[in-house]
């Protein structure tokens, strides 16, 4: 007998793609926040915040209430929130979106470079999760630099993960030759995101993503979605292991993106009550906001 199944599976009876994994409760997914509308002093040449116009009202920063108003009515999964340079100007801010993330019992991830991490631990405390930028438009990158910064900042309630940024051919050649399996045999590196550049250009292509993985295949037999984890777009549209993760984006204006890496908000709003019905059916998008080649 002819295997039915085989005959009959044509494209049509295929189930829809999957557009979340994200129960009603947690929709939103990470639910990332920028304090600062463009304004950090690294102003890496490739960063998609620097690409983005600017608020239209020219706002500096978001609300401190505004945002504790949302974190404690928004469905979402966990807090996301980058804390750039120069920090001193954003820990007010900073202050409001973990408190208010902490009493609803929400984890929070706090996105920096290794600078702001070293000379402001102070203000990370109270965050579920550090992720430090690393790739050589922060600073120069020193395995052992990153080692020691861990471990200070490596605590039972806290996690620590590194978001390299494959941000060059040549620092993408010292990674596969050594330097991400050093990162990830850090104990006090909880996890190793791989980061691409967005929109990516013209050499990293999909291409690239498959001779890279395959370059560092046996970490990825290893680790791969359990210490090692590779960029979103890379996993759900070259990969196809899964749906967008879903990372809407709220920043000074107050704009909100669909997904952070979109240059253009989907709208600016005003008040939580506002936003809270405007995403009351919020899908993550089935395309990225740029081409992948
Ligand atoms: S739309 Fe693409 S880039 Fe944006 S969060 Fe989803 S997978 Fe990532």
């Known amino acids: 007998m002819e295997n039915p199944v085989s005959t009959s599976t044509t494209t049509e009876d295929a189930p829809a793609p999957l557009r979340t994994t994200h129960p009603p409760e947690e929709r939103l997914g990470t639910l990332s926040f920028h304090l600062d509308g463009a304004i950090c002093r690294v102003n890496c040449e490739y960063c998609y915040l620097g690409a983005r116009p600017g608020p239209r009202g020219g706002a500096r920063s978001l609300d401190a209430a505004l945002m504790e108003e949302l974190i404690k009515t928004l469905p979402y999964k966990e807090v996301a929130v980058s804390l750039s340079e120069p920090a001193e100007m954003w820990a007010h801010g900073l202050k409001a979106v973990i408190r208010a993330a902490r009493n609803r019992d929400k984890p929070v991830a706090v996105t920096t470079t290794l600078a702001v991490a070293r000379n402001h631990i102070g203000m990370l405390s109270e965050a579920t999760r550090v992720n430090l930028s690393v790739d050589p438009a922060k600073g120069p990158v020193n395995v052992r ?19 390299v940024t494959l941000s060059s051919p040549t620092f993408c050649d010292q990674l596969a030759s050594g330097m991400l399996q050093q990162f990830l045999e850090l104990p006090t590196v909880d996890a190793v995101a791989l980061n691409g550049i967005k929109p990516p250009p013209p050499w990293l292509d999909k291409a690239y993503w498959l001779q890279f993985l395959s370059r560092i295949q046996p970490l990825v037999d290893r680790y791969l979605d359990r210490r090692l984890f590779s960029d979103c777009y890379v996993h759900a549209r070259i990969l196809g292991l899964g749906p967008c993760p879903g990372r809407p984006d709220i920043s000074p204006g107050a704009e909100f993106r669909s997904c952070v890496y979109q240059k253009m908000p989907d709208f600016e709003f005003q008040a939580p009550e506002e936003l809270a019905a405007k995403v009351a059916d919020y899908l993550p998008p089935a395309v990225c906001p740029f081409k992948i080649v």
């Open 145 to 163: 630099v990153i080692a020691a910064l861990s471990k200070d900042l490596n605590l039972p309630s806290r996690e620590v993960s590194l978001i």
